[in-house]
């Protein structure tokens, strides 16, 4: 069980950083 808990948070960083990423690239698209 705690190696599935680790992967689920690992998961969610990962879809985390990806909706970072493309709000940066939708902000930087806007923007020029």
Known sequence: TN???SVN???KR???NIQRILS???LY???Q
């Open 9 to 11: 948070y690992v998961k």
């Open 3 to 5: 190696r599935l808990t």
């Open 24 to 26: 940066k690239e939708v």
């Open 14 to 16: 990962l879809i985390q």
């Open 29 to 31: 698209g806007e923007m």
